[in-house]
């Protein structure tokens, strides 16, 4: 049986039909066609696919769409405003933290959460922070660097 | 991977969640964090036509002090635990095995009553539960129960609940003075499950001996247990290092241990008494602390 969920997107409502099984993942990849939220494992291993709801980093492969009925969900579309990248996109631009990309809008996404938590994170604390969102190709390095950077413009704009 | 079609509930009580529960029987069960439930219907290892997700039932996420212990809802999230202030003063080694269990995304989802539900082998919460002898307390069968913990865990995956029974509160008993914790383990890589993982909690005399020691093991076996040997060697003798080896040797007494790709059976041994010393020893130290 279908169900009907009203949740709050990037800031733009939206009520729509689902089947229960549908995985959020797929709501917004397929439904919304907000395809920047990427699949990596599907085995909620990898973190390419965190989004935030509610304000917590979430693996989206590993919730349904209808536990979402009434949630606030933030995807990596919904970083940038007016044109202007968020400072952690910024940060990941200057300091290199991305080489083919596929990793980043979880990255970013789970980054957001972790620096709102805690704005000046040691570098063991970013990793710690990141350590459900694996990247096959950067070695990490810059994107830590890009995280500390993030910070730093965070707290600047605080 | 897309799980098998299946009928999704949002009750608003727990009356109405075991009622269901009671309705559809062998086809429900109950949606908490989803961090493990969700794989298993997506790899299909789990079949629910029934997911009846305790989402809504209002109440069931709390933090508060219970005769001078915790009362804990079942739906409390490990970030929840982490971040409690309560929990750290009642004992620190809960914040400090959840900092180690998965990443910040399943711990903003996974709760305490899932983790005991499921009873992984693997998983890191039932080691503490039984070297704190808490209670879990459930409803939905003939009567509501409070089960001991080293009573609750049966085998893998496996506990003493019955079918329509539901983990509504997770209660930990006070701590005697002069009581220090620690869980020590060794995770596996990628996952950060335990494969073995050892939590002490120890109280010292004003002797300076070992008064009471309780000694929880996970990852080893099959279901996480009290190694009730270990503990009995270890009350009454002095807090030393040949002390804590020579307890932490009989830790693994009575244990199957597992054989899996992350470790054999000897392994699992060695590093139980590696880890049960460690923690022991920690725990020591930190009555001083
Ligand atoms: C990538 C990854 C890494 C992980 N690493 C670790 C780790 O290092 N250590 C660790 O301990 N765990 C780990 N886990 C497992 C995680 O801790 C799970 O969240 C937890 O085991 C289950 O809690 P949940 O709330 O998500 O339960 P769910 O997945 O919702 O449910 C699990 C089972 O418990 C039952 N259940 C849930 N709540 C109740 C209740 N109140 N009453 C009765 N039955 C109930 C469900 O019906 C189901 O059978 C990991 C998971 C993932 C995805
Ligand atoms: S796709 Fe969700 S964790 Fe990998
Ligand atoms: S940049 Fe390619 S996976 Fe991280």
Redesign the interface.
């Known amino acids: 049986?279908a169900?009907t969920i009203t949740l709050t997107v990037n800031g733009t409502g939206y009520t729509r039909e689902v089947?229960?099984?549908l995985?959020l993942v797929?709501f917004l990849r397929e439904v919304l066609e907000l395809t920047g939220t990427h699949i990596g494992c599907?085995?909620?291993?990898c973190?390419a696919c965190?989004v935030t709801m509610d304000g917590?980093?979430?693996?989206s492969?590993?919730?349904?769409a209808?536990?979402a009925?009434g949630a606030t969900i933030v995807t990596i579309e919904g970083m940038a405003k007016d044109g202007k990248l968020h400072p952690i996109q910024e940060a990941f631009h200057e300091e290199h933290g991305l080489q083919c990309g596929y990793c980043t809008p979880g990255m970013i996404m789970?980054l957001s959460?972790?620096l709102e938590r805690n704005p000046d994170p040691t570098d063991e604390e970013i990793r710690?922070?990141?350590?459900?969102?694996i990247c096959r190709c950067t070695g990490y390095e810059n994107i830590v660097r890009s995280a500390r950077d993030a910070a730093r413009r965070l707290r600047e704009e605080a | 991977?897309?799980?098998?079609?299946?009928?999704?509930h949002?009750p608003a009580t727990l009356k109405e969640a075991t009622a269901l529960m009671r309705r559809f029987g062998d086809d429900a069960k109950v949606?908490a964090g989803?961090?493990s439930l969700?794989?298993m219907?997506?790899?299909r290892l789990a079949d629910v036509p029934h997911?009846i997700?305790l989402?809504r039932v209002s109440g069931l996420a709390y933090i508060k002090e219970q005769d001078g212990g915790l009362a804990i809802g079942a739906m409390t999230t490990y970030?929840e635990l982490e971040a409690s202030s309560l929990v750290r003063r009642y004992a620190p080694f809960i914040v400090e095995a959840i900092?180690l269990i998965?990443?910040?995304?399943?711990r903003?989802?996974g709760t305490i009553g899932g983790s005991a539900a499921h009873a992984d082998p693997a998983a890191d919460l039932p080691a503490l539960l039984v070297a704190l002898e808490a209670r879990i307390n459930t409803t939905g069968g003939a009567r509501a129960r409070h089960i001991a913990a080293d009573r609750f865990f049966v085998d893998a995956y496996t506990t003493a609940m019955g079918p329509s029974e539901v983990i509504s509160e997770i209660t930990l008993p006070a701590l005697p003075l002069r009581t220090g914790t620690s869980y020590r383990k060794f995770a596996n890589k990628?996952?950060?499950f335990a494969v073995v993982g050892a939590a002490a909690v120890v109280t010292l005399g004003a002797d300076g001996l070992c008064e009471r020691v309780r000694l929880g093991i996970t990852g080893a076996g099959p279901k996480a247990a009290r190694s009730k040997r270990a503990e009995r060697y270890l009350e009454g003798k002095a807090p030393t290092q040949e002390n804590f080896q020579t307890a932490a040797r009989k830790a693994g007494h009575g244990i199957e241990f597992l054989e899996d790709i992350h470790g054999s059976a000897e392994y699992r041994r060695h590093l139980t008494s590696v880890f049960a010393a460690r923690a022991l020893a920690e725990a020591v130290q930190r009555v001083a602390d």
């Open positions: 049986m169900h089947e229960p099984r995985l797929h599907d085995t909620s291993q973190g965190t917590l980093a979430i693996k492969c590993t919730a349904f209808v536990q009925d789970t959460q972790v710690h922070g990141i350590a459900g969102n | 991977m897309i799980p098998a079609a299946f009928e999704y949002a949606l989803g961090q969700i794989p219907m997506k790899l997911l997700d989402r970030h900092d998965a990443d910040v995304q399943v903003n989802k990628a996952s950060h």
